[in-house]
């Protein structure tokens, strides 16, 4: 093979690779502004969250502004995803199928508990809140936001999720937001220890939920080839959730985790 037919070889490898490697560092960018929300995330949370220079980021974030995918602040100086998303979802506006068959047993878990219970899925190596149920009893946990956006370990739904995995894929997804864990006091290793205690358990339990003083249990939801995308969970004040509580609480879980698989079967 002559030098000419060689270098073309290698254009035609390296130039689709780096194309991806380009979407995915964009993408990487939006999730972290995602979880920003209205708010929106200073340019230094980016470039310690995503792990990319700050040339990089810069490039990125110029070209998203001027398609309307990103804005900034002027007065926060803070980047935000942009008006253009939104109108983009529009072209989606049907629940998923997910959202139908969670919904009924979303109502019913909700009559039986009493407590918060929130519906979050998967999207890449993050959790996205996507329905909140506020229950009876008076005093009531109001730690997640529909649409709040998390890296997959922080809580006890993102642990879950990754309980459900093959451990490789969940060592990998934990050892890519390594830097992003920081930002809510934990990190690698302790993570991995709530992941594996949430296998031994059939569930995922954080003693000390995202706001002090509280308890969360989390069961995961998975597709019909077997993937987990979504957890159910429950939070609740600490006493509302003693041992034999916590058991009862988790088998209402299970059992309505298990009837929204079959309806996505169905």
Known sequence: MDKTTSAKSTRRITGPRQGAQAIRRALAVLRILAAGREDGVLLAEVLRATGLTRPTVHRIVHVLIEE???????????????????????????PSRLLIA?????????????????????????????????????????????????????????????????AQDARKIVAANEKRLEAYRTDVATVLGQVTAARRLGYGMREIGLVQGTKSISTWIKTPDGRPAAAMTVSAVRTRLGPRREQEVAEILLREARIIEQAIRG
Do not use: K, W
């Open 68 to 94: 309307g995918i990103v804005e900034r602040h002027d007065r926060t100086g803070r980047y935000a995803i942009g008006n253009q998303v939104p109108e983009l979802a529009l072209a989606r506006p049907r």
């Open 102 to 166: 969670a919904n009924p047993s979303l109502q019913r878990a909700s009559a039986e508990i009493g407590d918060t219970l929130f519906l979050t899925v998967r999207t890449g190596n993050d959790t996205l809140c996507v329905d909140r149920r506020i229950g009876v009893y008076p005093i009531q946990v109001l730690s997640i936001e529909v649409g709040a956006r998390r890296p997959l370990g922080v809580s006890s739904a993102g642990v879950a999720i990754l309980a459900a995995m093959p």
